[in-house]
């Protein structure tokens, strides 16, 4: 059992309820204030996604050095490396629309010109019957 009174262990937890936190307010949130909050989660080099992926990769060198001294099963190494990985991947290819999405978060000032409608694309509309 952990000792959950460790600085380490509270900080973990204060996180974890931190980021529920901030689910919910991106659930509720404006779309220009719920750009700004995915454009700051997903910054590969300053996010939480980021720093995640950062977190379990020092996880899974920790889950290294245990697994080759018997403390843990090399299966927990090679989770821990895969998510690593998979992460990693998934924060790249998510970084690439960091960009777009901070558009997304500077609102537009109304103007007395008139601008088409935004048009969903072809993604969002096709449905699965």
């Known amino acids: 059992m952990t000792d959950s009174k460790l600085p380490s262990v509270q900080l973990a937890d204060s996180i974890a309820v931190q980021i529920g936190q901030l689910r919910r307010l991106l659930a509720l949130a404006p779309p220009h204030e719920a750009a700004q909050i995915l454009a700051g989660v997903l910054d590969y080099d300053t996010g939480i996604l980021g720093k995640v992926t950062q977190l379990v990769e020092t996880g899974s060198r920790f889950a290294k050095v245990h697994s080759e001294h018997g403390a843990l099963p090399p299966e927990v190494w090679l989770a821990l490396g895969r998510a690593a990985n998979e992460l990693n991947s998934v924060g790249v290819d998510l970084n690439e629309h960091t960009g777009t999405i901070?558009?997304?978060?500077?609102?537009t000032l109304p103007s007395n010109r008139q601008t088409a409608a935004p048009v969903a694309s072809?993604?969002?509309i096709r449905r699965r019957r």
Do not use: C, H, L
């Not at 901070?102 to 609102?107: F, I, N, S």
């Open 102 to 107: 901070k558009q997304v978060a500077v609102p």
């Open 122 to 124: 072809a993604m969002v």
